[in-house]
């Protein structure tokens, strides 16, 4: 659904918990707007609405909305979306946003408001291709992703490093076989502005030879940090024991590197990549036609995630779903356990798509793709615990239904059909996720169904929660009046779940709902037990 209206419903449940975010909006390039914030629509349905255009294309005023109305709209739904990202941004998480000439420099300012100035990292450069468009004047062949981290005091708790390149693993040799592997040795020596005395000492070198600092530098330590290195073998003399000493740093211990600015699609792909990813995952189908590639938001995972802390990784803008077959991916390469949450809106499928026959909308696209790529990691790995499954929600208004009416707009009829204050098409777990959400429950947490007594019970995490409600599907209701809902109480409360919720309509009468009342608070006290 709209991802506006998901990311509202997203805030109880995930407000501040959220590792990292990426997001790939429209690119405001005057294509169709899709998003109806009662302000957006293509540049070309406006001009021809407002008489500047006609049908034929042939301009009849000079285009000046371009530059000025089409920012504000394209910031307008930028904004509402931002400022909820915000909230469910973790305090040590990040967000990227992908973006092009067209809009960086707005898309900049606005960030700078919704995050804070202070929160800007970087406009990392992405070369998405290796060569220009012939047909342009100058061909871009990059993007930007700007990156924002939640809290400006502590960006590297946010931003980690990177994976050595295969260039500088290469550079680690370990020439005098020390046990603890391949190193690399680094300069001992410091500038001598902000150097102490104790910087300034003689070195005995192995050869015999006395030496001090250079002229015009310092040693980069004291001399018994030095010592205890040398004792510990990781000052390195040369060859020959006769050279200034240097630092060992084995690859072993090495941390990684740090993230550069300019990311280039050798090392995190390319358009083309991405396109033919989905296309072969999809049997020569081209589904998408400007897909992102998987190696860009691996780099996002690994700079951003860590494997086994339960990160949550969310793209509201989630187009093809390559954010999420990364994650699904890096999980089953490191055996992580990081979440995703994607949301895509309803967006019809390019009439002139190869999938637009199978699948109406980008959002089924979608669906299918990640359904392919469990398959995939299914029949590669062996997965074990490895949790590569997903659920499925659709934005939809509130299970209850609306008794808001005056008295003189009630009739017998009308009171008849307020019996029941759920919507006659709404399943359990229709009901179950809308009590998560209210509750500020995760919508990831195991559930398990079971009949008790004749009702319908969800069990979440082992009595997180447990709503107990009678069959809604395919039921007759009048049977339900014969179910004891007092006998299925007294079961659930001898698990002493955490929360419990009943349906109102599924009380026989007053003295069964007080009687289910009590049964808890002599059985389970410290349950919270609630009603709708």
């Not at 293509?42 to 021809?48: C, D, F, I, K, Q």
């Amino acid at each position: 659904g709209d991802n506006l209206h998901a990311l509202k419903a997203l805030v109880p449940s995930f407000s501040g918990k959220v590792k990292v975010i990426y997001i790939d909006p429209p690119y405001n390039t005057g294509n169709d707007f899709v998003y109806e914030d009662d302000f957006a629509e293509s540049t070309l349905a406006y001009l021809e609405r407002s008489g500047q255009q006609l049908d034929s294309g042939e301009c009849l005023v000079a285009n000046q909305e371009a530059n000025g109305r089409f920012h504000s709209d394209w910031l307008s739904m930028m904004y509402s979306r931002l400022k909820l990202a915000r909230t469910l941004l973790a305090p040590d998480g990040a967000i990227f946003v992908s973006i092009d000439d067209h809009e960086r420099d707005s898309l900049k300012q606005l960030m700078d408001e919704v995050f804070g100035a202070r929160c800007f990292v970087s406009a990392v450069i992405w070369r998405k291709k290796a060569s220009p468009d012939a047909r342009s004047t100058i061909g871009a062949v990059h993007d930007y992703l700007l990156c924002y981290v939640r809290d400006a005091e502590q960006p590297k708790a946010a931003i980690g490093k990177m994976a050595l390149s295969d260039a500088r693993v290469a550079a680690y040799t370990n020439p005098d076989d020390d046990p603890r592997g391949p190193w690399a040795s680094v300069d001992m020596t410091g500038m001598t502005g902000r150097a102490t005395k104790d910087q300034y000492f003689e070195v005995t070198l192995p050869s015999g030879r006395v030496i001090r600092p250079p002229e015009g530098r310092s040693w980069g330590l004291v001399e018994r940090t030095f010592q205890e290195l040398r004792n510990d073998n990781r000052i390195w003399f040369g060859r020959d024991g006769n050279n200034v000493p240097r630092i060992k740093r084995f690859l072993a211990e090495a941390e990684g590197q740090t993230v550069p600015s300019y990311w280039d699609f050798s090392e995190v792909g390319s358009n083309e990549e991405a396109t033919t990813e989905v296309t072969n995952l999809f049997e020569g189908l081209r589904a998408f036609d400007t897909p992102k590639p998987v190696r860009l938001m691996r780099r996002l995972l690994e700079i951003a995630t860590r494997p086994s802390s339960h990160d949550i990784v969310l793209d509201f803008f989630a187009g093809s779903a390559s954010m999420a077959e990364a994650v699904m991916r890096a999980n089953g390469d490191d055996g992580g356990n990081r979440r995703y949450v994607i949301v895509q809106i309803a967006e019809a499928t390019n009439p002139r798509s190869d999938a637009a026959p199978m699948y109406k909308t980008v959002a089924a696209i979608s669906r299918a793709r990640l359904e392919r790529v469990r398959q995939q990691i299914a029949e590669q790995l062996s997965t074990g615990s490895l949790d590569i499954g997903f659920r499925a929600f659709r934005i939809d208004s509130t299970n209850m239904v609306d008794v808001r009416a005056s008295s003189d707009e009630l009739g017998q009829s009308e009171l008849d059909g307020l019996i029941s204050s759920v919507k006659p098409d709404r399943t359990g777990e229709d009901l179950l996720f809308q009590v998560l959400l209210d509750w500020g429950l995760e919508l990831t947490m195991p559930i398990k169904k079971e009949t008790l007594d004749g009702f319908e019970v969800y069990d979440v995490e082992e009595g997180a929660l447990i709503l107990c409600t009678r069959p809604r599907e395919g039921h007759d209701s009048s049977l339900s009046l014969s179910l004891s809902l007092s006998r299925a109480a007294a079961a659930i409360a001898e698990r002493h779940p955490l929360r419990v919720v009943f349906l109102d309509e599924d009380f026989a009468d007053d003295a069964e709902r007080i009687n289910v009342g009590q049964v808890f608070s002599e059985r389970s006290p410290h349950t919270e037990v609630k009603t709708i």
